[in-house]
Structures are given as structure tokens and as C-alpha cells.
């Protein structure tokens, strides 16, 4: 459970009597493990009571955390001082685990400080700040507190989560001066100087600089804590013996005392405020951007310390960064985007998907107010407008290499490249999306236009950092840090689901028998079936990683208190094996896990999975009511609008709209509404506490799960048409979403195989099906090897295919020849790519020259006329061949493009109907094949599928841009108006193929423009063809119709903004041919006031 940095440290702690303290970090994860099982198998029961073993377990943990907390506290100037306060801080955190339920309120009383107290500033001593947070959670005053007892336990709260400005800014309580209980009025006066050193602390940790107090400064907490040391330890004057001194003692405030004194040291050193100003910065502006910063996160980690000591920060310095997840690279891309703005200079943050574009421009919005924080540029605006970036702008690689094919020059003042999940880069076998191509292409582009931007790589999978880093000064010919510290604040242990090997050969002799018994089955009859249990137990890593088969170092517990029900299967040969009923057996440990009160994220297979997860649930556990917030509320309104009702929607609410469900799904069929409401109620400390997902929501999404729940290491490829084996990365990465720092430090990770493990305890033997997966969990969070997705191609084009696929593809992309140049950018954008770098290093230059040698000559062959080569621009935007392009061209020049939005829509369709194997070049296949299933997939060539795609097409396109819900459009694809379910094909048809169809309608609009910028004629593009793109995407019909959805925001649905439009119609002035979109926004606004005020008629007609 505990990577290097800390089990080193706790084997650092102080030598006690019958502690091994080897095998202690071993022995700390195996009472976790215990604990966390016990609680799911208990279903919440308090532990202590009802195991003996864990009885045994919670005292020894007791015992361990009674001895290192004394040593902590009382020996601050001791080396190991922070692994005694790791250790002692640790213990208590399992303690309280197991007691969860039944904890007592906390207290500073004059003998006692709470163990949730004393853990959480323990923590901080050990520079734990996750943990810290973590443990402050559990830090509530009795509601019969008095006011300062209750001040100092909030203080002590507020300082482990960060909060100081809620410390500073509260109202400091008075003593009862009135009283008679002078023992009670001494307490409270040591509470209070407590306070007051707390408070002072959180002053220190908000200044620049100290300043001393005779200068107007803050009086050192520490001060205060050693008043408080004095006054609650004094000797007695004439008492005791001869040669005795007797004390009169505060136990409670002096070891509170205690372990504050060597505290403000340690945390002002970790002060992110502290942060010295980077080259090139206005002290004032930096110190106002941390001051702005530290209201969130006020510490820095040790690893944020470390990459800042190296000079992270210093301008012409890149990095390469990978950190578990968890470890805190948002806060270190916060930081250097700050130097970046400061500096004047623009930022590009690259995600992976949409979803994470959206999250990142919210949570630079908070931090970075001052600025314009923007996402997914050009979604809004008409072809033919300049492309304006914001200060930061946050994209999807793919956008980012559209927009530079289309107007580099926006991109040229860049000072900062970040790339969050970088691991992207990686080819993926089979994969037809291109997104590695695409994200690489972004690199060398970017860096080509912006030679001085700094370039910062993120990722928690990354292995190769090193050679990553060594790549990017090879590109930038500048100084790029590699940060690769496998230290992180949180930790899981990891196990996987076995079965006792008696039972299952039991049950193996019940299916062989049942085989003789019944040869003409094709499975196992009902009565079989339901006598396959088995009893799941989980065998637990005591180390971070599976890298042992030592007995000693796994863990075997008990889950469930019950045999689950195996399932069976049919090899080829017709006999029965087992099989694991995996989404059975993970749903049940999920409902255990959640009546025990821990949030659990169970990752499923399939989209079909993860809902038959949730209908099951259930039935599980006792019902649950969820009432919905206001923003919640607002959600599943956009929801049901956008699909015709609540019956569509994947989660289903009570009459009184309450969830009772106790859960809900993630996937990507989702709406965007409704994956917000589904993170939000998990979110929620009073929300759901059990969510099925697929392993989209793995892509680096933060949710806070202190259960992670993997049914099946194979996932179902819809591509291959079949199970495929999950990728490590892709296993760990999933298993990383198991504690958060701040949330739940510790996560509880468990894998259900896809095939049945059984364990022999006796004789120590495992099922081979283990030895593979040992494979993938021996290995830490930065398992991937990042390759180059260029390399395969241009080996690909060496060997001669170049007119297909992928290859084809990437020589649209190559940048075009300049006349008269001395290199060919193309060429030069190849000589320095990651596989060229990899070549230089191995001192294979061969490789390197033939390949580019190949890639130059198999580059589009047409000889244009210069006049014409602005086409070449295009198919550089967009990937598609010169040929194609120029047939669309062609259709500009007739005249084909020149009517309505709908009417352009249809001449494209209509040059389809004659050339449909085309469709297939400008709509992704895959994109095809999931929304018309085995009958297209079937069709024996391009153009028969073709034709098949655009009968469908012409039918369900208009439907999409009339503005309905997407119930009708399901209605007309199944052809009946009942039993559409949850409208699955339609949101296959709104998410898959509706992005790609406003690409081919982007079309004409791109070509029209790179013409006339070509001639130097500044004619702007007809309105229809400049938004053409959007009212596809938007499911509009028109400009005015596009605009009234976009000045409306996307507060209120397209159904609404549709119906909105209709009732203003009457309202809109007519507009001209080649106006901005602008100025249709203004008409559209002018034609709202005018419909107000008819509105304002009406009513004072009715009065």
C-alpha cells in the first residue's frame, strides 16, 4: 500500500520492544485491509465487536499509536521524529476506521486531547497534508462545547484542511470571567492561548516574509505554544519528598502544546505563499496570484518543493511530470501557468476529451478570475473569423491541430504548452481515431510556431520520463526537468477476488456431472445454476505493488458473510466451465461497501453493463431518498427537455422527484446534463454512494471513491466486435481513482476477474489466471512506455501503403513545400519527432532518413497551380485528400452551396448520393458502424455502405436539425412510437455521428474562405456557409435559429431554445447575405426586447 518514500519512512521510526519495524509498513496496510474488509462483510456493523481478531488488531494498534504519538510529542528535536507522527497518525486513522459509527464527539479536555485531534496535527508533523485533511473531517466539537474549546477544535480543523482564512477572520471567544470554577476558567485560558498561537500560524503562513513583532509583525505561534508548554507544567513549591519535584499538570493542553511547538517550523517551511518570485515576474503580481491561490491550497507538497528547487518555475525551463495520480500536478500546472500570464504571455492546456476540457476551464476560472479562461475555441464563431484565443485556452489536441492548420499566427505569442494526460501520445492497437497522431502533430506544430513557449507534459502513467524529458530539449534546445518522484499523498491497497480452491473444485465436479446428466443442454439448466456458490475472499498485497509470490506479503480476507452465485459458460468443445459472474459478485460488495458508509466506484465492461449494475442495485440495500439540489434540478430539467421526458433518461427519479435508487451510471452515452448531475450526487457526502461506470470516467475525472470496485480485466471492444484484455495502464489507472488526497487518502481497490481464481491457503497455490494479472499490478502507476504513434506510420508508408488508413492521413497533414526554401517543412517537422529522437539515439540515421526519404515522396502528387495550392491548406486542416476537396470546390463554383442552410445540407447529400463511398472519407467508419450496427458493418464494400448510411442520413438528419427531442429521432429510427428505452440510438446518432456530420458541413464554408484569402479578397463568406458547421452540431436550421440557441446559453436546452425561436420568429428582421455572426446575435437580441414588450401587452390586455 505504501510506496518507497513512506515506507521508508515509517521503518525510520523509533526502535520500541516487540515491534518490527521492517515489516511494520506491511503490518499498517494488513490492519487497513482487515479493517475495510470487515466493514464491507459487516455492512457497516461496528467491527470491534463482533471479531476477535480484529479486536486483537484495533488494540495493537492502540498500543502502536499511544507509544510514537508520546515519542512525538515529547522529543521535537529528534531526526525521526516525523516517522514516529507518521506512524502514531497512521494508527489512529485505522483506529477510527474501524470504529466509524461510533466515534464521540472530540474535545480538549484538561486530561485529554481527542485521538481525531492529536491524528490530524500528528499528520501535519509528518508533512501528510492529505492525510491531515483527511483526518480534520473528523474533528466535531460536543454540542455542549463552550465556545472556546469549540473555537480551538474548529481552528485545528480549518488549519489541516487549509482554510485559514476562515482562522484569521472568526471572532475570538472571551472567558467567563464571572464563573466560580477557577479549575474550569484555567482550562479555558490555556485553550485560548492555544487559539491564539493557531490563529497567529495561520497569520504567519499568509505573509510574504516574517516580520518581527516589535516591528509590527505577528507574534510567533511558537511563543504562544511554549506559554501554554509553561503554564500547564509547573512544579509545586514545598510538595513531595526530598529530592522530589511534583507537578501540577494540564495533561490535555500541555500535549496539545506539544505537538504544536514543532509544528509552525515544518509548515511555514511548506507555505505556498513563501514561494520565491520566478525570473521575469512583478513581485506584487506573484504575490498576489498565491495570496489568490493559498485561499484553496495553502501547502506545498514535497514534491511541488523539490520541482521548484530545480527552477520549474523559471521561464525557458520546460518539465516533464509524472506523479501518481493524486500527486498533486495540478497544483504544480497552476503555478506555471501563473508565471505565464504574469509574464504576459498566452497558455494552450491540451486534454484528452471534452469532459476534462470542461472541468479544467472551471478550475482555472477560480484560480486565474483576472483572466479569460476559454474552451474549445471556434465552437461558436463562423469559418472565416479570426481565430482569438483566450489567455488560457483549454482544448482537445484535435482541436487545437484543426485551429493551427487554419490560422498558426494565433498561436505564435504562446509562453506555455501544457498537455494534461500525456500518455495520450501513445498508439493504441486498432485504434481508428488518430488521436495519438493528432496529439503529436499538436507537439511539433506548437513548437514549431511558438519556438520559446515553455512545454509542460503531465501524466500519472508515464514511465519513460526521462527520455520524454530528453526529447523536449532535443525539440526546444532548452533545459526540460524530469519530475518523476513516485512519492504520493494517498495510497491503496490492492487485492483481487479469490475463491476457496475446494469449493470451487466442487462445484466443477457439479458442472462436469450435470454435462453427463444433460447432453442434449446447451448451458446448464436453472437448478444447476443455482447451485454454483462460492465464497469470495480477496487476496491483498501487504506491499504497494504485487511484485512477490511470498505468502507472506498478501493478505487473505473474507469480503461477504455469504457464497455468491457463479455463472457457467460453454467452450467450444460444448463442455461447461465456470465462469465469474463478475457485475453480480462486484454490485454485491458495492452494496456492502456502501451500507458500511464508504463511497464506491465500480468500473463495468460495457454501457449494457453498467445500467443492468444499476437496475440491479436496488435490491440490494434498503431504499434511499436523495433530494435533488437547485443546480441539480436545473440539470435534469435539461435533461428530460433535451429527450422528450423523464422516461428517457437513464436515471429514474420518484414521483416527488427524490432518487431512491441509491446510485447511478457513468458512461458515454450520457448528456452532458447528465453526467453533471450523476458526478454531482456522488459528489455529494449526502449523495449517492455507489457509482457504475465504464472507464471513460478513468480519463483523470476526480471523484472522491474510497472503494474502487474493477469487474473484469477485459473490456468489450466494439471495433474488434469482441472481449479484449485491458491494458496495464488502463487497469491501474482505474485502480488510481481509489482515494483522493483531502477525500480519503487511503483507497480500497479490488479486481473481480474475468476468470475464476482459485486459492489453495494450505498449500499455498493460486490459479494461473493470478500469475497474469500479477503482471500488471507488480508494476507502479507509471507503467506505460510511451512510444511514438508516427513511428508504425511511416513504416507503414515505407512499405507502400499510403492511399489508406492512417498513412494516408498523416501525409494529408505533412506541412506544405515553400517555394525556394532551402528545407522542407515537412521534412524538418519529421527530423524532429519523438521516433527521429529515438533513431539519433540509437545511432540508426538509416532509419530515420529512408522513412522521411519515403513519407516526402509519397505526399500528395498533384501538380496545382500556385494559384490553387490554398486547397492544399485545407486538406492539411482537415485530413482529407486534395481530390475530394477539389470535388466540393467544384460545387462552390455552380453554385450548388448558395441557398439555405438546409438547402446547402441537401446539396451535399445529393453529391453524396452520386460519390458515397466518400462519406466514408469524411465521416469516421467507426462513427458508422456504431450507429448502424451488423446490417452496415455486413455490406461487402464502401460504396454499398455508403448508400446505406445516407438513406438513414436523409432520414434522421432532419429530424436532429428541426429542433425536437431526441425521442422522435429514436421514433424514427426504430420505426414505432413505444418501447424506445433510453433512446440509445439517438445518442449514438447526437454524440457519434452529429461532431462528424458538422465537420462535412464545415465544408464548403473552410473552402470558400481559404480561396479568397488566397486572392487577398476580404468578400466575407456567406453567413449560411460561415455557421453551416454550427447549426449542424447545434441541431439548428438556420443562423437566426443557431444564434437564438447561443445568446439563450447553454443554460436552457436546444428543445427550449428551438421553441423560443419559434415564438420570437415574427420578431426577427430579415438580415444580409454575408453578415457576422455578430450581427445575427444583435438581431436576434433586438427581435427578443421587441417580443418582451409584446408580452408586456398581452398581460396589461388581460388586467
Known sequence: MFDATTAALIRAAPPLDGLDLDNLPKRLTEAFADIVSARIRL?????????????????????????????????????????????????????????????????????????????????????????????????????????????????????????????????????????????????????????????????????????????GGVVPASTLFAQVHALASEPVDGAGAAGETLLSLYPGPLHLANLLLGLDGDLLGSALSRIPTPGGVSDNGWWQTLRRMARQRPYLWRNHREAVAKGYLEQGVSSAISFPT????????????????????????????????????????????????????????????????????????????????????????????????????????????????????????????APDADLLLLSAMMKNTQEIADWIAHITSRQCLTLDLSWKPTRQVRGCVVYPAEQIKA???????????????????????????????????????????????????????????????????????????????????AAAAASAGMKTLVFVQSTVFCEKCVKDYPSRVPTSQITLTEEEQKWRTLAEEEMGGAGYCYMKLAADGTLRAGTASHHALLLREERELHESLFRRPDGIKVLFATSTLAQGMNLPSEVVIISGDSRFDPQADKMQKLEAHELLNAAGRAGRAGEGAQGFVLLVPSKVIDFDDQNNQINGHWMELQAIFEQADQCLVIDDPLKAVLDSIHDGVTQTGASAYLLSKLPLAIAGAEDDPAAVLLNRSFSAYRALAAADADWLSTRVASALAARATLELPEADRWIEQVSSATGLSVALLQQISELLD????????????????????????????????????????????????DEARGKHALLWLRKLLPIWLSGVPLCELEKAYLGRTTNLKQCKNARHFVSRLVPDLAFMAGLPGQLLAARLRAAGDETPVSTVLATLSGVVREGCDSPDSLAVRLHLTRSVSRVAARKHYDAIRQHIQPGSLNESFEETLERIRNADIVASFDKLDDLNGDS
Open 43 to 215: 455492512r457497516g456493523a461496528t467491527v470491534e465487536a463482533d471479531d476477535e481478531a480484529l479486536v486483537a488488531t484495533v488494540a495493537e494498534l492502540r498500543r502502536i499509536a499511544a507509544a510514537h504519538e508520546t515519542y512525538a510529542a515529547l522529543l521535537p528535536d529528534r531526526e525521526n521524529r516525523a516517522s514516529a507522527a507518521f506512524v502514531a497518525a497512521s494508527a489512529h486513522q485505522a483506529i477510527s476506521l474501524a470504529l466509524r459509527g461510533a466515534d464521540a464527539p472530540s474535545q480538549v479536555d484538561i486530561a485529554a486531547v481527542s485521538p481525531e485531534v492529536c491524528a490530524t496535527l500528528l499528520f501535519l508533523l509528518a508533512e501528510a497534508h492529505a492525510d491531515a485533511a483527511e483526518a480534520a473531517k473528523r474533528i466535531v466539537p460536543a454540542p455542549e462545547a463552550g465556545p472556546i474549546e469549540r473555537a480551538l477544535l474548529l481552528a485545528i480543523r480549518n488549519l489541516a484542511q487549509g482554510r485559514l482564512g476562515e482562522i484569521v477572520g472568526a471572532d475570538e471567544p472571551e472567558i467567563d470571567a464571572e464563573g466560580d470554577d477557577f479549575g474550569a476558567r484555567a482550562l479555558d485560558a490555556l485553550r485560548l492561548l492555544l487559539l491564539r498561537g493557531i490563529t497567529n500560524l495561520a497569520r504567519q503562513l499568509r505573509l510574504r516574509v516574517d516580520v518581527a513583532p516589535e516591528a
Open 326 to 449: 493524486g500527486g498533486g500536478k495540478s497544483t504544480l500546472a497552476e503555478l506555471k501557468i501563473a508565471t505565464a500570464l504574469l509574464r504576459g504571455e498566452r497558455v494552450i492546456f491540451l486534454a484528452p476529451t471534452h469532459a476534462l476540457v470542461g472541468q479544467t476551464q472551471r478550475s482555472l476560472k477560480r484560480i486565474f478570475q483576472d483572466y479569460s479562461i476559454l474552451a474549445d475555441v471556434d465552437e461558436d464563431v463562423g469559418i472565416g473569423d479570426v481565430v482569438v484565443l483566450g489567455e488560457v485556452t483549454v482544448m482537445t489536441p484535435e482541436r487545437c491541430l484543426m485551429l493551427l492548420s487554419i490560422d498558426p499566427d494565433a498561436f505564435q505569442d504562446l509562453g506555455l504548452i501544457v498537455f494534461d494526460e500525456c500518455h495520450l501520445l501513445h498508439p493504441r492497437e486498432d485504434d481508428r481515431s488518430r488521436r495519438g497522431l493528432d496529439a503529436m502533430l499538436v507537439i511539433l506544430n506548437l513548437t514549431r510556431i
Open 507 to 589: 462445484l466443477k465436479t457439479i458442472l462436469d456431472q450435470a454435462r453427463t446428466d444433460y447432453p442434449d443442454h446447451n448451458m446448464p439448466p436453472v437448478s444447476v445454476k443455482n447451485a454454483l456458490l462460492a465464497q469470495p475472499f480477496g487476496l491483498f498485497s501487504l506491499l504497494q505493488t504485487w511484485s512477490t509470490t511470498a505468502r507472506s506479503d498478501y493478505a487473505l480476507l473474507q469480503l461477504l458473510g455469504d457464497g455468491r452465485l457463479l455463472s457457467a459458460g460453454r467452450s467450444k468443445g460444448g463442455n461447461w466451465y465456470l465462469t465469474p459472474n463478475g457485475n453480480e459478485t462486484s454490485g454485491a460488495i
Open 894 to 941: 455552380t453554385g450548388s452551396f448558395s441557398g439555405t442552410a438546409e438547402q446547402v445540407i441537401a446539396a451535399l447529400l445529393d453529391w453524396l448520393d452520386a460519390h458515397p463511398s466518400q462519406l466514408l472519407r469524411l465521416l469516421r467508419p467507426e462513427s458508422l458502424e456504431e450507429a448502424f450496427g451488423t446490417p452496415y458493418k455486413s455490406l461487402g464494400d
